[in-house]
């Protein structure tokens, strides 16, 4: 790839896991019961059909990990644990009784923060808590967020004894001079015993998250990483662009300068590399950053275009429901979208007081429902269409203007009715959505919201 078109295009913008994205919610016509609302009416939809999804937001870590941008609490008390399930359940009970049949749970996923900061114990009363009330998808699939130091194998058997079947380590890199610069020391000794121990209990999917343009890493950290992940074939991999925004109040990424980062032509040469190392063993590549092996779920939902991608990045199949639970965790009712609050105090206080913990969302019109569509098509499949009037929007012409340069340097091609990203324009697929971004598009941000697409 040319360094001229990197720097051209190298820009802030959206990783697009949703759209309208957060910035551009429209609080001010907002409500909780407006919230409710939209998923009662998604709930009735689509819950016999195709259930719905679950993510479980749990934020404890002991230590600070200073890469990550996540809403996390740090603690090394584990007293903290049974309260929060506590609420977490409760919050559960508050949907329930939004609905007039059980909930078909087709999707679990307990992301973090750290969810083996919680004992397996505790883990298995969240997940008995959730299930008594609910009736498992035949296709069901439970994943989980496992930290490689601190997943054990009573973790990943009663896990697996509750559904379980897929698992994610965060690697992120495993040069020392890097691991120790985000605060995240782990040995390739410990991934490889996690890794093998979900294996060995039966997990079918086990995927490793690795990490580029972190702080002092080089093109041989990469490939140092991305041999020893061969050796050990996970079956899908998350390889994506380190998102530098220090700006987000609490998120620890101080903790170096502006300076340590590889430039944004580096960062690129890393991503090229790795694709190139994981295509020799067998890896294709995914949507944006991902790639998996033939055998697993996420290569075959991209072969059928099932491909679907939300707030817990690309999955292998949707539900238009998607309920969050825990503090800062986002709900998706296809028709609108509501985060909860994000202080473990406030969450709690308002549970007490028998409230869904919502305080922002946004509820889509017409026009929000039909770029979401182009944006997701564009994100899972590098293509969209408008010949159907269900697809056509007034402000096109104006999209296909900004698209125009895009064309001239070979991004994309352009149809009558359609659009399709080309292999040179894949790594660019965010900038290409921008232009579909009309809330972006008529409100620019004065100050930077948004990691670099590069």
């Not at 990783?15 to 409500?31: D, E, I, K, L």
């Not at 098509?377 to 999209?399: A, I, R």
């Not at 659009?419 to 620019?444: H, S």
Request: proline residues 4%; glycine residues 6%; contains cysteine.
């Amino acid at each position: 790839m040319s360094r001229a078109l990197i720097n051209k295009y190298n820009i802030a913008g959206p990783r697009y896991t949703s759209y309208p994205t957060v910035p551009y919610w429209n609080n001010g016509t907002f409500s909780l019961e407006y919230w409710k609302d939209s998923l009662v009416r998604s709930f009735k939809e689509s819950n016999s059909e195709e259930g719905i999804s679950l993510y479980i937001h749990l934020p404890f870590c002991e230590s600070l990990c200073t890469f990550c941008g996540c809403n996390k609490r740090i603690t090394k008390q584990h007293s903290v644990e049974s309260p929060y399930i506590s609420a977490v359940l409760k919050e559960w009970q508050l949907y329930l009784e939004l609905f007039n049949e059980k909930p078909v749970v087709k999707e679990l996923h307990l992301g973090g923060g750290t969810p083996t900061f919680f004992s397996p114990e505790n883990l298995s009363v969240l997940i008995n808590g959730i299930l008594k009330d609910s009736v498992l998808a035949e296709d069901h699939e439970f994943s989980f967020e496992g930290h490689p130091n601190n997943t054990t194998k009573a973790h990943l058997q009663t896990l697996y004894d509750l559904g379980f079947r897929r698992v994610s380590y965060g690697v992120q890199d495993y040069n020392e001079t890097v691991q120790k610069a985000i605060h995240r020391v782990q040995p390739f000794e410990n991934v490889k015993r996690a890794t093998e121990l979900a294996r060995e209990i039966g997990y079918t999917s086990v995927g490793h998250d690795i990490i580029f343009g972190l702080p002092f890493q080089n093109l041989d950290h990469v490939r140092e990483t991305i041999l020893k992940t061969k050796t050990l074939l996970p079956d899908r991999l998350a390889f994506y662009s380190y998102a530098h925004v220090p700006w987000i109040k609490g998120n620890g990424q101080r903790g170096f300068s502006d300076s340590d980062l590889p430039s944004a032509a580096l960062k690129r040469s890393q991503y090229e590399l790795g694709k190139e190392l994981l295509a020799e063993v067998g890896y294709h590549e995914i949507g944006m950053d991902h790639f998996a092996l033939k055998t697993d779920a996420l290569y075959r939902s991209m072969e059928t275009g099932a491909l679907h991608r939300n707030f817990m990045g690309y999955t292998a199949s949707k539900t238009q429901a998607m309920i969050g639970l825990g503090v800062s965790s986002i709900s998706d009712s296809w028709y609108g979208f509501s985060q909860n609050v994000k202080r473990i105090e406030d969450y709690y206080k308002l549970l007490n007081q028998d409230i869904i913990p919502v305080y922002r969302g946004h509820i889509l019109n017409e026009e929000d429902l039909i770029i979401r569509r182009h944006i997701l098509n564009l994100m899972c499949g590098f293509k969209t269409e408008w010949h159907q009037d269900n697809l056509y929007f007034d402000e096109l012409p104006e999209t296909l203007i900004r698209l125009k340069e895009m064309e001239a340097d070979g991004l994309l091609n352009r149809n009558s009715n359609s659009i399709e990203v080309t292999e040179k324009g894949q790594p660019f697929v965010r900038n290409i959505c921008m232009a579909f971004d009309l809330l972006l598009q008529r409100r620019q941000p004065d100050t930077q919201l948004f990691s670099m697409t590069v």
